[in-house]
C-alpha cells in the first residue's frame, strides 16, 4: 500500500498553509512534528479528504481521491484535533453511529463496538452520555472510533494534547496496538509522544517537510552539537542569553545546562548524544520555547 | 440505520423539546382561541364557549336544508313580511333592522344564511345584511343561481381585476363545476380552520429552528472532519439527514396540524365538511366542500414547509452555524407577514401571494390567478408547482453544499 502526496499546496490568500509537500508514505508509523501553525493539520485535513488542496494531488496505491470516492474512505480512520461529539449519546450509540458512518454491517459495527470499547477500557461507561466523559475519556473514545473500519491509513491529529502523563502512556500504547500494518500518521508537537512510537518523523515548518528521516537516524543531524555545562546561577543566566538553552537543571547549588549549538559553547562543555526534543528545538527555537512554556 | 441515528440527533436535543413544546403551546393556544372567544347571544344575553356553540348549533339545525329557489325565495318573502309591520322594525339614523321578537324568533337563528343571501344580490366587494332583503322584486319568485352568475360575471368584468379573456374563460370552466343547489348548513368549525391556516406559521418556523443545525451543527460542534472523512460521510449520510429532516418536519408538523384541526373540530364539531364552500361566500368560484377546501390547502402548506425544510438544509449546509441560518430564514418566513397586498392583479400582488405566508392563506374568494401564455393557473396549482420545485432545486444543492464543505 502506497499514500502517495503530490505537490501539495493550500493557500488561504497570500499564505502558504502547505508548500508544495511531496512524499509516498508505506505502512509505519509517522510522527508529524512542527510548531504551531506549521501547516500539520491542513496536510492532515486534506489527507482525509476534508479540505481540498489547492493544487497537487492525494494519491492511494496510484489512484486520486476523487477516483476512489467512496473507496478512498473505507481505507482511513481519522481522529482530528479538538473534534467534537454529541453530548446526547452515548459512548456505545456514537460508536454504532460512527460503523454506520463507516458502512459497517450491524452485526460487525456491534461486533467492533464491543471489542473497541474495551481496548479503550470505556466498556464499563459505554451506556454513560458522552457530555459526563473526561477529557481523557473523550479521546479514547476518539481513537476508538478511528479503528472502527480497521483503516489502513489511520491518521491521528494531536491526539495526546491535554492529556496527563499517565493517560498519554497508555494513548501511545493503544496507538503502538492498531499501528501494525499500517499507514499511522501521529502530528503532535509533543515531542515525546513520538519518540517512541514513531518509525519516521516528519518534521514541518512554515508549510513545508523540513526533514523526513527514519526515527533511528533522525538525530544524526545535530551529533555533536547538543552540549551539556555545569555553571553557576549568574553564568547560567548569561549562557541563556547567548545560546540554544534546551534544559537546565540545578544540582548542589550549580546549573547544569544543555545547549545546542555548531561548536562548544564554553571549553568545559561535553557533547551528548541528542535528543528528538533536542532536534525539534534546534529547528524551531523560540516558537517552540514559547509552546513549552504554555 | 443511519436514518434512525439522525433522526435520534435531532430529537435527543433538549432544545428540540422546548421548541416543540413551545410552538405546540402556541399552536393550541391561536387555534382555541376562537373557541374560548366564542360568544352569542339570545333574547337573555350573551352565551359563551361551549354553551354558546351547543346553542348555535342546536338553532342551525333546522335550517340545513337544499338552497333551491323555492326555498330562498320564500326565505325573502318571510323576512319582507316581517319588515312590513312596523312595530318590527327599527332605524339607527341609518339602516332598517328587525327588533324584538321579529329578530330573535325570524332572523337570529339563521342570519348568517339571511346575510348570505344577500349578499348574493349586491355588487361584488359591497356588503349586505338581512335588512337588505326587503329591496329585492320577489313577486315573480327569484333565481338565486343566475344572480349568483351574474354577480360572478360583473367580478370578472371589473375593470380594477383586468383579468384577460383567458383567466376569465378559466374561472368560468372552474365556476361551471360548482353544483346547484347549494346545500345550507353549520360550518363553523371548518370556517375557523379555512381562515386560520397562517396560524400555522408558527409550527412551520418551529421545524425550521429545529432542522437548522442538520449541517451546521456539524461544522459548529466539530464533527464534520470525522463523519465527513468515513465512507458515506459524503453519500448516504447526507441523505440520511435529509431524509431524518423531513421524517422530524413531517411529523411534528403533523402534530401540530392534529392540534390545530383538532381544537377547532372538537368544539364546533365535524358538521358541514361536506357542504359546498359558497354557502360562506356565494361567489367562490372552486367545487369544493370544506373539508376538500382544508385538504388542499393543507397540501400547499405541507409543500410550503417542505420547501421550507429545504431551503432550512441547503442555509444549514452553506453556513457555519444554525445561528446565521435563521438569521436568514426568519425573514423570509415573517417579513411577508407585515406586507399586505392592494389587489389581485400586478406583479407585486401577484408575487405576495406566493410567499410563505400567504401561501398559507387560501384565498378562495379572491379569484387570483397566473398566466402563461395561454395558460392559466389558480393560486393552488401555482403554490404547488413553485414549492414543489423549490424543494426539488434546494435538497441537491444542500447535499451538495455539505459535500463540499471544507473542514476549517
Not at chain 2, 211 to 237: C, H, M, N, R
Request: proline share 4%; aromatic share 10%.
Amino acid at each position: 500500500m502506497e499514500l502517495q502526496l503530490q505537490h501539495l499546496c493550500k493557500h488561504y490568500g497570500t499564505k502558504r498553509a502547505v508548500d508544495d509537500v511531496s512524499t509516498t508514505l508505506t505502512p509505519g508509523v509517522y510522527g508529524l512534528l512542527g510548531a504551531n501553525g506549521a501547516g500539520k493539520t491542513t496536510l492532515m485535513r486534506m489527507i482525509c479528504g476534508v479540505l481540498k488542496p489547492t493544487s497537487g494531488r492525494i494519491c492511494l496505491n496510484g489512484k486520486t481521491i476523487d477516483e476512489l470516492g467512496e473507496n478512498y474512505y473505507a481505507h482511513l480512520g481519522y481522529m482530528p484535533q479538538d473534534f467534537g461529539f454529541y453530548p446526547d449519546f452515548t459512548a456505545r450509540e456514537f460508536m454504532l453511529y460512527m460503523a454506520a458512518v463507516k458502512g459497517l454491517g450491524k452485526q460487525e459495527a456491534k461486533k467492533r463496538t464491543e471489542e473497541l470499547l474495551k481496548l479503550v477500557n470505556l466498556h464499563e461507561v459505554a451506556d454513560k452520555k458522552i457530555k459526563s466523559f473526561s477529557g481523557g475519556m473523550k479521546q479514547r473514545l476518539g481513537i476508538a472510533q478511528a479503528e472502527l473500519n480497521a483503516p489502513d491509513i489511520l491518521i491521528l491529529d494531536e491526539p495526546t494534547a491535554g492529556l496527563d502523563p499517565k493517560e498519554r502512556v497508555r494513548f501511545r500504547n493503544l496507538i503502538s496496538d492498531f499501528a501494525k500494518e499500517k499507514i499511522v500518521i501521529l502530528s503532535t508537537h509533543i515531542v515525546s509522544d513520538v519518540s517512541y512510537i514513531a518509525d519516521t518523523i516528519l518534521m514541518m515548518k512554515d508549510g513545508t517537510f523540513l526533514l523526513q528521516e527514519p526515527m533511528a537516524t533522525v538525530t544524526d543531524s545535530i551529533n555533536g552539537k547538543v552540549w551539556e555545562l555545569l555553571v553557576s546561577d549568574r553564568e547560567a543566566a548569561e549562557y541563556s542569553s547567548r545560546f540554544s538553552v534546551v534544559n537546565l537543571h540545578h544540582e548542589n547549588g550549580k546549573v547544569r545546562l544543555r545547549m545546542i549549538h555548531d561548536t562548544a559553547p564554553a571549553a568545559e562543555a561535553i557533547t551528548v548524544p541528542p535528543s528528538l526534543e533536542d532536534l525539534f528545538l534546534y529547528h524551531f527555537g523560540e516558537e517552540a520555547e514559547t509552546e513549552r512554556s504554555e | 440505520m443511519l436514518i434512525k441515528y439522525e433522526f435520534l440527533k435531532i430529537l435527543r436535543k433538549k432544545s428540540t423539546l422546548i421548541v416543540m413544546a413551545a410552538s405546540l403551546l402556541v399552536t393550541a393556544f391561536l387555534f382555541g382561541l376562537p373557541v374560548l372567544q366564542f360568544q352569542t347571544y339570545n333574547q337573555d344575553g350573551v352565551i359563551k364557549g361551549l354553551e354558546g356553540i351547543a346553542y348555535e348549533k342546536e338553532q342551525a339545525a333546522d335550517y340545513s336544508v337544499p338552497l333551491t329557489n323555492e326555498y330562498v325565495t320564500e326565505t325573502i318573502r318571510e323576512v319582507q313580511q316581517l319588515f312590513e309591520n312596523p312595530d318590527n322594525v327599527g332605524f339607527d339614523g341609518y339602516e332598517q333592522f328587525l327588533i324584538d321578537s321579529a329578530y330573535w324568533d325570524g332572523i337570529a337563528p339563521r342570519e348568517d344564511l339571511l346575510n348570505m343571501i344577500a349578499k348574493n344580490y349586491v355588487n361584488p366587494n359591497e356588503s349586505a345584511g338581512y335588512n337588505k332583503l326587503p329591496e329585492l322584486d320577489i313577486s315573480e319568485g327569484t333565481d338565486f343561481y343566475a344572480a349568483r352568475q351574474e354577480k360572478i360575471e360583473r367580478l370578472l368584468n371589473d375593470a380594477s381585476r383586468a383579468m384577460s379573456e383567458e383567466q376569465k374563460a378559466y374561472w368560468q370552466d372552474t365556476n361551471s363545476k360548482v353544483d346547484a343547489p347549494f346545500t345550507y348548513g353549520y360550518y363553523d368549525g371548518w370556517e375557523i380552520i379555512i381562515s386560520s391556516f397562517e396560524l400555522l406559521m408558527f409550527a412551520l418556523l418551529a421545524v425550521c429552528i429545529v432542522i437548522a443545525p442538520v449541517f451546521s451543527g456539524e461544522y459548529q460542534a466539530g464533527t464534520d472532519a470525522v463523519i465527513l472523512s468515513a465512507k458515506y460521510g459524503k453519500t448516504k449520510l447526507t441523505t440520511a439527514k435529509i431524509i431524518a429532516s423531513y421524517l422530524f418536519g413531517g411529523l411534528s408538523f403533523t402534530l401540530h396540524v392534529v392540534v390545530a384541526l383538532g381544537l377547532p373540530l372538537a368544539a364546533f364539531g365535524f358538521d358541514g365538511w361536506d357542504l359546498p364552500l359558497q354557502i360562506a361566500n356565494t361567489t367562490i368560484p372552486y367545487p369544493f366542500t370544506f373539508l376538500q377546501a382544508a385538504l388542499v390547502n393543507l397540501g400547499v402548506v405541507y409543500l410550503v414547509l417542505f420547501a421550507m425544510i429545504g431551503l432550512t438544509l441547503l442555509l444549514s449546509a452553506k453556513m457555519k452555524s444554525p445561528y446565521l441560518v435563521l438569521i436568514v430564514l426568519v425573514p423570509v418566513l415573517f417579513i411577508p407577514l407585515f406586507l399586505s397586498p392592494n389587489g389581485t392583479t400586478g406583479i407585486y400582488n401577484l408575487t405576495l401571494f406566493l410567499l410563505p405566508y400567504r401561501s398559507t392563506i387560501p384565498e378562495v374568494g379572491k379569484y387570483i390567478s397566473y398566466q402563461f401564455g395561454g395558460l392559466v393557473l389558480d393560486a393552488f396549482t401555482v403554490r404547488a408547482i413553485l414549492y414543489a420545485l423549490l424543494t426539488a432545486a434546494m435538497l441537491p444543492l444542500a447535499r451538495l453544499g455539505f459535500k463540499k464543505h471544507q473542514v476549517s
